[in-house]
């Protein structure tokens, strides 16, 4: 059960009340269904603290617990001076949750064939007002089909788009009725058509294996998909007052291992994976020397033909196969 001492107000949620929870938690978000070994770090931020915490290395349960339990944190809360190397290193920029919500309310408007289905933008002061009531869908499409679409954060950083628990800008923490993810309005659907524990966690379920999202780097992958974990498990609480079974928690941690994962968006492999290599020797006017073999994804720009670990992904709709991700695109 999650410590009570984290109110929904901390947006900061802490890898030991992850393990509290049960430590098969967060050694599941930690994983990497690709590799088989956890996601690593991807940035130099954290090399001063030792080699455990260099670049290629994975993040490990004892890196970011107890003592070391304030090592990874949400963007806001690093300095400015980190902020602005991410930028820097990375183009690291994270969105207002205006911004979040206007661009998530053009693909609802999209889907729903009208405008103002889930709040009503003021342009004025970049704020949004809910609604009250329960959602209505169009004719020939359903509540369930609504949970059922294919929904992708890219490039995800802390996931603002999928679930919004607070304004990745400001820090402000966001209220449960006016969150504006993608993913908190599948909840927020299941949430007002659904009344046993049972439907809600099987909808639930149906609405993670549905939403998806990718990030280069380890702490911004972790902090993304802690933030769609305890997000769940608010809207659980909000609905039945009570937390979700760890059961229950530990299926859900499952899905988003799966659902959002570590990846070079441009290659479709896992970051720094494609490698050079040394073929053969050769004889030149000036003695013997190696002959090296690039990626040739790399050298013709070529998605499909890396040399690197291409990432792979769970399609729970088709016997739960594990597929790779470029080959989704046409």
């Known amino acids: 059960m999650p410590n009570k001492e984290l109110s929904p107000a901390?947006?900061?949620?802490?890898?030991d009340d992850l393990r509290d929870i049960s430590p098969e938690v967060l050694e599941t978000l930690l994983r990497d269904h690709t590799t088989g070994n956890n996601i690593f770090w991807a940035t130099h931020d954290y090399e001063a603290l030792g080699s455990a915490y260099d670049y290629h290395s994975q993040i490990l349960p004892e890196l970011i617990t107890g003592e070391n339990g304030m090592v990874i944190r949400p963007r806001v809360l690093k300095s400015k001076a980190e902020q602005t190397d991410r930028a820097k290193d990375m183009a690291e920029v994270f969105t207002p949750s205006w911004v979040c919500n206007a661009q998530n309310n053009l693909v609802d408007e999209a889907w729903f064939g009208r405008k103002d289905v889930f709040n009503v933008e003021n342009t004025t002061d970049h704020t949004w007002q809910s609604n009250p009531d329960k959602i209505e869908f169009p004719d020939g499409k359903t509540w369930k089909d609504y949970v059922r679409a294919t929904r992708m954060e890219m490039t995800c950083g802390e996931a603002p788009y999928l679930v919004s628990r607070y304004d990745a800008t400001t820090g402000e923490p966001i209220p449960l009725q006016e969150r504006?993810?993608?993913l908190d309005r599948k909840l927020r659907v299941i949430s007002e058509n659904t009344e046993t524990s049972g439907d809600w966690l099987d909808w639930a379920q149906i609405a993670y294996m549905h939403t998806y999202g990718f990030e280069w780097q380890g702490d911004n992958l972790l902090l993304a998909r802690e933030a769609l974990l305890w997000t769940f498990i608010e809207y659980y609480q909000a609905k039945f007052g009570k937390a979700p079974l760890v059961k229950s928690i530990n299926y859900i941690a499952y899905i988003i291992s799966w659902n959002l994962w570590q990846m070079?968006?441009?290659?479709?492999?896992?970051?720094?994976?494609?490698?050079d290599g040394v073929k053969e020797k050769i004889m030149t006017l000036f003695g013997e020397e190696k002959q090296i073999v690039h990626c040739p994804g790399c050298q013709q720009e070529d998605i499909r033909r890396h040399n690197g670990t291409y990432c792979l992904i769970r399609d729970w709709a088709n016997d739960k196969k594990k597929i790779r991700?470029?080959?989704?695109?046409?």
């Open 10 to 15: 901390c947006i900061d949620i802490r890898e």
């Open 180 to 182: 504006i993810g993608l």
């Open 264 to 275: 070079d968006g441009l290659k479709g492999v896992v970051p720094d994976s494609c490698r």
């Open 325 to 330: 991700f470029i080959d989704l695109m046409k």
